[in-house]
């Protein structure tokens, strides 16, 4: 099961989930828990966030469970406090967990654990069972054209939602987030995306990194393009970081990155 590591990756990065792996765990374990205390903290930050920052761009907490190695649902997902359990059923197939926010909330003073015996002898960041906060501002657009001017005020925007989760003493080190992240409902499926250059389509190189298409807002003004265009299937779109500051901050390392 993947669950990022500090909880600032967690919101700076593409996927938003949370993390309770401790830098000495190397294993999933058959029972992984993180703190419940981070949802309630997360959900005020992102209400704060002024309205007008949120017609291109918004965030919709959407917590779930994703399979990305074919396997079997975790066991059981609940609440564990010092007195009780809490079972927090899973929805299938589409992996939602609609009561996780108002069943964490209520007992924040606990932790969130899922038992999943099937990937208990995983290394720690293996993403085959992965769990979701939906963290990242997205674009509402979802149609396959994004003009540049939508793009721009996307990622302007984009930035006020991932400082807002940030702590605030690193605040003023968030790099700008001028790259554009194509995910595809189906990971599975190969990118498809152009712009448009002088009324035609053209090919543009993206970076792959997980299960995310990455590119520039640079290179789309230097090829002086008018519009992203992204085809192959449905996607969500998100402005983010480069690659190069995902990779340096951490997330989404696995075992033979570390070694």
């Given at each position: 099961m993947k669950l990022h590591r500090p909880i600032v990756l967690a919101c700076l990065l593409s996927l938003g989930g949370f993390s309770a792996a401790h830098a000495e765990t190397k294993l999933r374990g058959d029972v992984f828990c993180f703190p419940a205390k981070d949802v309630p903290k997360l959900v005020e930050k992102i209400s704060e966030v002024?309205?007008?920052?949120r017609d291109v761009v918004d965030v919709a907490l959407t917590p779930k469970f994703l399979i990305k190695d074919g396997g079997t649902w975790p066991e059981r997902f609940f609440i564990r406090t010092e007195t009780l359990e809490i079972d927090i059923p899973i929805e299938k197939p589409?992996?939602?967990?609609?009561?996780?926010?108002?069943?964490?909330?209520?007992?924040?003073?606990?932790?969130?654990?899922?038992a999943d015996k099937a990937r208990a002898d995983r290394h720690e960041n293996d993403e085959g069972l992965y769990f979701e906060m939906g963290l990242s501002p997205l674009f509402h657009n979802k149609s396959g054209r994004h003009d540049v001017a939508e793009l721009k005020e996307g990622a302007k925007d984009g930035k006020k939602f991932y400082k807002k989760m940030i702590p605030p003493a690193v605040r003023m080190f968030m790099p700008d987030t001028k790259y554009l992240a194509v995910r595809y409902d189906?990971?599975?499926?190969?990118?498809?995306?152009?712009?448009?250059?002088n009324g035609e389509d053209?090919?543009?190189e993206s970076e792959l990194f997980k299960?995310?298409?990455?590119?520039?807002?640079?290179?789309?003004?230097?090829?002086?393009?008018?519009?992203?265009?992204?085809?192959?299937?449905?996607y969500q779109l998100q402005p983010t970081v480069s690659v190069k500051t995902m990779k340096r901050f951490g997330w989404g390392e696995d075992e033979n990155d570390e070694k």
């Open positions: 002024d309205a007008s920052r589409s992996g939602f967990t609609p009561s996780f926010l108002d069943t964490a909330m209520a007992n924040s003073e606990g932790d969130v654990c899922v189906d990971f599975r499926l190969t990118s498809q995306i152009y712009v448009q250059v053209v090919a543009v299960d995310m298409h990455v590119v520039s807002l640079d290179t789309l003004e230097d090829m002086g393009a008018t519009a992203l265009l992204i085809k192959g299937g449905a």
